[in-house]
């Protein structure tokens, strides 16, 4: 409750000289919009369901993208995880492809499927599908041997290791891959709406851009910002969190 009202307080100081800031005119209201007329602009979009159609659009791209980045990303990492040869070779250019930013794969996308709703789920998937890869790796490789010493002991070998020993083992690494693939998929699918001629927070963005609504362009800016740390604190975070102490990685 401390850490909510120290929060709440850093807001209304952050919204205070915002505020003092648009009052001393120090820059001209196109650029500098007054947080009432930002909040106007949010309430008049709920209300005419512009930004509700929007975000439902950004909605299903995203549980597309994210959906196929975590399964595509599974696969590769077991494939690393389990097997030298791949992890020698394809492992190091899976980093180089994590580190590129999503934004760089739009021209891309557009070019193989043109300003479609296709072009924006593909740049979401390679957004989450690489770093789920390199988390899923991670997880088996962080196995602790004696587990599998203990389990093979015992008479379990092969496929029966791998998912009785190895996978209940690495099911905290893969929540946090989880996480970090719905935080890297948010990011990319802004970066593609914002490039699309379909609907979507991020092509409302760019509209409002083109017609010079800096308080619309703010207004959904601070959506974005919301909707990023409330699924993270609220949902992703809490899971990760459960998980972790029911696998005694964390004190209850």
Do not use: C
Request: charged share 10%.
């Amino acid at each position: 409750m401390k850490i909510f009202i120290k929060r709440l307080l850093f807001l209304f100081v952050v919204m205070g000289i915002w505020q003092l800031v648009y009052v001393s005119g120090v820059f001209p209201d196109i650029a500098f919009p007054s947080l009432i007329l930002v909040f106007e602009s949010l309430f008049n979009g709920f209300t005419n369901g512009d930004l509700i159609s929007a975000l439902l659009a950004s909605f299903r791209h995203l549980f597309i993208g994210l959906s196929l980045a975590i399964l595509i990303g599974t696969a590769l990492g077991v494939l690393l995880g389990k097997s030298q040869q791949a992890d020698e070779t394809a492992g190091m250019y899976l980093v180089a492809l994590q580190s590129i930013p999503s934004i760089v794969w739009v021209p891309l996308s557009i070019l193989v499927f043109g300003f479609t709703e296709f072009a924006v789920i593909f740049v979401v998937v390679l957004g989450g599908t690489f770093v789920m890869a390199l988390n899923v790796r991670s997880a088996i490789h962080s196995v602790p041997p004696q587990l599998v010493r203990a389990a093979r002991t015992m008479g379990t070998s092969g496929v029966s290791l791998f998912y009785r020993v190895e996978i209940p083992s690495s099911v905290p690494y893969f929540m946090s891959g989880i996480r970090l693939a719905w935080a890297f998929s948010w990011r990319a699918l802004m970066a593609g709406e914002l490039l699309s001629n379909g609907p979507g927070l991020g092509y409302s963005l760019r509209f409002a851009q083109d017609y010079a609504r800096m308080d619309q362009v703010i207004g959904i800016i601070i959506i974005i910002g919301v909707i990023g740390a409330v699924m993270d604190q609220l949902v992703f975070s809490r899971l990760e969190k459960n998980v972790m102490k029911r696998w005694g990685l964390l004190k209850s």
